[in-house]
């Protein structure tokens, strides 16, 4: 029986760290990709919202901190799971993030094995 392959939404004002994590996910998965928090929001809320969302937190304009507050506030969003994918490795964003609502948080650069890790454990059992 073939694999059921999940959504995933990216979420990176980067292009190449976008690039990265598809490489990484697509044999798996469905990629779906936004490079601002607005763009995230209207995807996540769509018609056929993704089954995780990896976010970045340092973006321009909205940040992912405001994006997972956003996520989190909403009835049609606020179940789904969100992994940051950042930069930012200081113990306050962590906690910050945690209190939020985020399930996990990985620092780039990303390990290609640990992120197919992570997103698969969010599968498991599904």
Known sequence: M?????????????PQNIRI???ILKNEHSINAATNG???LQIAQSESPPDLILLDIMMPDMDGFEVLK????DDRTRDIPVCFITAKDDMDDRMKGSELG???YITKPVDPVYVRHV???HFAGK
């Open 2 to 14: 073939d694999k059921k392959r999940y959504s995933i939404l990216i979420v990176d004002d980067s």
């Open 21 to 23: 994590l598809n490489e």
């Open 38 to 40: 607005i763009k995230a």
């Open 70 to 73: 956003r996520l989190k506030e």
């Open 102 to 104: 985020v399930s996990f």
């Open 119 to 121: 997103v698969n454990m």
